[in-house]
């Protein structure tokens, strides 16, 4: 008994210690840095959802403007969108097809009933900057998807008629006696914002 507590103490006696001591601070450390990650990493994805929640509140706000309303009424009557998003889908199209006479008269109707409250840029401009915030990545696809997913097919397509003419070339300006089109680029976040939630639609298709 006494000979193997012997052996014990003299096994103690050629441990480092210090260097079990540095061992033991390392995976602290380690694990302190990996616990500080993950408080980091949820509180990035709260805030993130918080900013979601806004901007839905906003949306929420601005759906209950009467224009808009009776401007998106007219559009889901038209009923092409649903046509068009499964071209998108399904067969593939970058480009979105509306029959040249619905175009016509979404142009038409829209300049007669509903520019003066100005819907188009008010639709837009709020999707300008949900694209902006997730292609700065501030807000990943996954959460614009959840949340304005439905809303962004929507409207993106049933725009696209307005948004096509916004983005016609033009004249801007003369350089060297040559007269130069300009085509506005107009709304290219909200595209952004269009082409990814397509993207994950079929990705999820492809899938099953």
């Known amino acids: 008994m006494i000979e193997r507590f012997e052996a014990m103490i003299y096994l103690l006696e050629t441990i480092d210690w210090t260097m079990i001591s540095a061992i033991i601070a390392l995976c602290v450390g380690i694990a302190g840095i990996l616990f500080t990650r993950s408080q980091i990493r949820e509180t990035k994805q709260n805030k993130q959802i ?10 929420e706000d601005m759906n209950k403007d009467e224009t808009i309303v009776k401007f998106r009424e007219y559009i889901f009557d038209l009923s092409f969108i649903d046509k068009c998003k499964d071209e998108c889908v399904y067969e593939g199209k970058d480009e979105i097809e509306i029959p040249k006479e619905v175009s016509e008269k979404i142009l038409v109707d829209y300049g007669e009933k509903f520019r003066e409250n100005a819907p188009l840029d008010k639709i837009c ?13 501030y807000i990943p696809i996954e959460l614009i998807d959840q949340f304005f997913g439905d809303a962004i097919v929507f409207s993106w397509i049933g725009l696209h008629p307005l948004i096509s003419h916004e983005r016609k070339p033009r004249p801007a300006y003369i350089e060297r006696m040559h007269l130069i089109e300009h085509q506005r680029k107009v709304y290219p976040q ?12 079929r990705s999820q298709i492809s899938k099953r």
């Open 125 to 137: 401009n709020f999707f300008e900057v949900l694209g902006i915030l997730t292609k700065e990545k």
């Open 50 to 59: 918080e900013l979601c929640t806004y901007f839905y509140n906003k949306f």
């Open 190 to 201: 909200f595209e952004y914002l269009f082409n990814a939630i397509i993207e994950r639609i």
